[in-house]
Every structure is written in structure tokens, then in C-alpha cells.
């Protein structure tokens, strides 16, 4: 009897997971590849259309460009997992079955309780959300003057914040649009627990573009008007974008699965596996056990790696094979900063930390080997030049 292996999710994990599984099953089985979109987003791209919303054409791209003509694509919102009974629901009460399911749904904007955040701020994990930044900016901007400009402010300064903030400072410098754009960051430097060195260079970066950085103090409550820091500080907005942490997506919050008791991402082993040998989990939504006391990053990069073993490791459980684990190991990091980047730490470079030419190019190439790796080079060279 052939076996029904299901994938819920069309981001890094679940679109990658696509391909390792077709790759390693062949004819083995039945694939079924579940997503809320018919579409896979370049999501560490997804900023550019900030800028400019034409870009979107270059980083979403159709299902049926991915998948092999043998998978069956079904578009719904997942709802619930039923371990027990091995099915799925979707918001329209119709089911899947599974006998093997990878859980990729990836995650969502934690607003760590934090009064008015999430009825007041854009988030960027998806496609409309970048097109609605961009929309609300370009609005602002026309209603404000050189004497009155426009306020953008950016709750944290991680790797999406940094990047949005490179973004408005571009759309304001192609537009000469009147906008102050202020970057909020409650730790006390900017792109947290990272190396001084790269810190300073996007530091750097984000000041020479007129970015007000501000660092020090969380954001403790926001209205429809201001954004309250610390104690003391009420700083006015016109456009909010937070992008300041994840947790897991609500349909994983009832699956009965070891989770994170504050997150609810499901905990794994090193070989991916829940504690349901029949239900595997990778990216973002999974807290998957590395050597040390710390889980795989939660990171583009980290869930590409693991999608190119999850097919071989589904494949090993269902022949009854004994699984493999796998440990991340950073290739290194590349930021873009409007059409600037800085990287740090890349394999097989002398420095550690660089920009220019180098660092932006390297920023392309990353984007175009993913874009390649699940579609064919032709994507990739057509998006070359709007990464």
C-alpha cells in the first residue's frame, strides 16, 4: 500500500522539503503538499518590495513551478493536527490524511503582550505585508512636508528590522520623499548577540542613510499615535512596522506534540523526528536539538540545510531505517542595507566582516542559488538585478 506523506507549508522548509522528498521517494509514495498560498515567497527578499512592489514578480513563485506534476498541491489555511487519528483540517472543515506528515508552517510576529503592538503595527512575514508597509508609506509621505515629515518607525533591530529600515531609507531616497525613519531596539546594540565588528558596519550604514537609531530602552505600549519607550520617551508615528520576534503559528498551539510552553514550536531531535515517529517538523515552527544547549537558529539558511536531509530521513522512517542526524553549520550572514549589504562571517574569505561590491553581490548570489535550487537558473537570472 502506498504511503501518504503530507508537507503543510510553502516557505524555506516546506517549498525545499518539496523537492528532497520527490528526489528520495520517487514512486514510494503519495505527496501532498498543503499551503495557505499557491505560491513560495523568497522571504528574506520580501523587504525589497517595500521599495519598489514590482519586485514581488521576481520572489514569489508559483507552486506549480516547484513541484513535480505527481504531487497534489491543495491551497487552504491549516487549522488543526490530529496526531492521533493522522488527519489534517482546513478552515473550510475539509481533511487530510497522512502516514507521514513534516510539519513547515513556519511562524508568525510575537508581540509579547505588549499593549496596542499588534492592533496598531505592520509585520513582514508574508507578501501582502511588505506591499501593505510599502502602500501606508507612500501615503504618509504625500500627506507630509519637508517641514512636517512623515514619521516611520521600526520596532527591532534584528536582521528584518535592519533590513526594513534600509529599505524606507531607499524608498524615501528614490522618491525624495519627506520621512524620518527611526530604528527601536530595547538590547543595547543593534542586530543583537552578534559580533561588535559587523554591528559597527551596519550601524555605519543605517546612520549614513539618516536611520535614527535608537537602542537601550522596549517599547512598552503603543496607540493609535505613538509608540511609549522606556519610561520616558513617546515617540509619534504615522507608519509602525514590528519585527521584533516569532512564536509559533496557531495552528500548532493544540497539536499534541512536545512544544515550547511560551512559543509553541515543536521540539525535535537532531533527525528532525517529533516525539510521533510518524510527524516531523523543520524551519521556523520546530525547535530542532543541536550539540550544545541551543536549537538550530531559526533562520532562512538553517531551514534550507534542513530541508535538503528531511526527504532522506522521511524516506529512512518509512523503510525502517535507522535516521541521521544533522547539525547547522553557518555558511555566514549577508544584510542588505537599502542597495548596500554588509557579510560576516563567509566561509573562505580573509576578513570577517565586509560591504561593498563583495558583500552586495554575495547577497544576490544567495538569493539566486535558493531561487535555482527549487525552480531552475532562468528565475534566478531574472531576479538577479532586483536583489
Same mark, same amino acid.
Given at each position: 500500500m502506498t504511503e501518504n506523506v503530507v508537507v503543510l507549508g510553502s516557505g524555506y522548509a516546506g517549498a525545499g522539503a518539496i523537492k528532497s522528498l520527490e528526489s &528520495?521517494?520517487?514512486?514510494e509514495a503519495d505527496l501532498t503538499w498543503v499551503s495557505n498560498?499557491?505560491?513560495?515567497?523568497?522571504?528574506? &527578499?520580501?523587504h525589497r518590495c517595500i521599495r519598489d512592489p514590482s519586485i514581488q514578480e521576481k520572489i514569489s513563485i508559483p507552486v506549480d513551478e516547484i513541484k #513535480?506534476?505527481?504531487?497534489?498541491?491543495?491551497? /487552504?489555511?491549516?487549522?488543526?493536527?490530529e496526531t492521533d487519528e493522522r488527519t489534517i483540517e482546513l478552515d473550510d472543515d475539509s481533511t487530510i490524511d497522512y502516514d507521514y506528515l513534516l510539519v513547515a508552517l513556519g511562524s508568525q510576529t510575537a508581540f509579547f503582550g505588549i499593549d496596542g503592538l499588534e492592533e496598531y503595527s505592520h509585520t513582514l512575514k508574508s507578501l501582502d505585508d511588505a506591499l501593505g508597509i510599502h502602500e501606508d508609506i507612500k501615503q504618509a509621505a504625500?500627506?507630509?512636508?519637508?517641514?512636517?515629515? #512623515?514619521?516611520?518607525?521600526? /520596532?527591532?533591530?534584528?536582521?528584518?528590522?535592519?533590513?526594513?529600515?534600509?529599505?524606507?531609507?531607499?524608498?524615501? &531616497? *528614490?522618491?525624495?520623499?519627506?520621512?524620518d525613519i527611526h530604528l527601536v531596539e530595547g538590547l543595547d546594540e543593534i542586530f543583537p548577540g552578534n559580533d561588535p565588528e559587523v554591528q559597527a558596519a551596519l550601524r555605519k550604514r543605517l546612520e549614513d542613510r539618516d536611520v535614527n537609531i535608537m537602542t537601550g530602552e522596549f517599547i512598552g505600549e503603543v496607540d493609535e499615535e505613538t509608540v511609549y519607550i522606556g519610561d520616558d520617551v513617546e515617540l509619534d508615528y504615522d507608519v509602525l512596522v514590528w519585527t521584533g520576534g516569532i512564536t509559533g503559528r496557531d495552528a500548532v498551539q493544540d497539536v499534541d506534540l &512536545?512544544?515550547?510552553?511560551?512559543?509553541?514550536?515543536?521540539?525535535?531531535?537532531?533527525?528532525f523526528q517529533t516525539e510521533d515517529e510518524r510527524v516531523f517538523a523543520i524551519g521556523d515552527?520546530?525547535?530542532i *536539538?543541536?550539540?550544545?544547549e541551543n536549537p538550530a537558529p531559526p533562520t532562512a539558511e538553517a531551514a534550507w540545510e534542513a530541508a535538503d536531509h528531511i526527504g532522506k530521513n522521511m524516506a529512512r522512517q518509512m523503510r525502517g531505517q535507522p535516521l541521521e542526524d544533522w547539525t547547522f553549520k553557518s555558511k555566514g550572514t549577508a544584510i542588505s542595507v537599502g542597495h548596500d549589504a554588509v557579510a560576516h562571517d563567509v566561509m573562505?574569505?580573509?576578513?570577517?566582516?565586509?560591504?561593498?561590491?563583495? #558583500?552586495?553581490?554575495?547577497?544576490? #548570489?544567495?538569493?539566486?542559488?535558493?531561487?535555482?535550487s527549487i525552480t531552475g537558473p532562468g528565475r534566478a537570472l531574472k531576479a538577479w538585478p532586483d536583489m
Open positions: &528520495e521517494l520517487g514512486n498560498v499557491d505560491y513560495h515567497l523568497v522571504l528574506h &527578499e520580501s #513535480a506534476p505527481s504531487t497534489r498541491f491543495v491551497q /487552504g489555511e491549516v487549522v488543526d493536527v504625500r500627506s507630509a512636508s519637508q517641514s512636517d515629515p #512623515a514619521q516611520i518607525v521600526i /520596532g527591532g533591530a534584528g536582521l528584518s528590522g535592519i533590513q526594513t529600515a534600509g529599505e524606507v531609507a531607499g524608498f524615501r &531616497e *528614490d522618491h525624495r520623499a519627506p520621512i &512536545e512544544k515550547d510552553e511560551r512559543n509553541h514550536r515543536i521540539h525535535t531531535e537532531m533527525n515552527c520546530a525547535l *536539538d543541536q550539540p550544545g573562505m574569505m580573509p576578513m570577517d566582516t565586509f560591504g561593498g561590491f563583495l #558583500a552586495r553581490n554575495l547577497k544576490k #548570489a544567495i538569493a539566486a542559488r535558493w531561487i535555482a
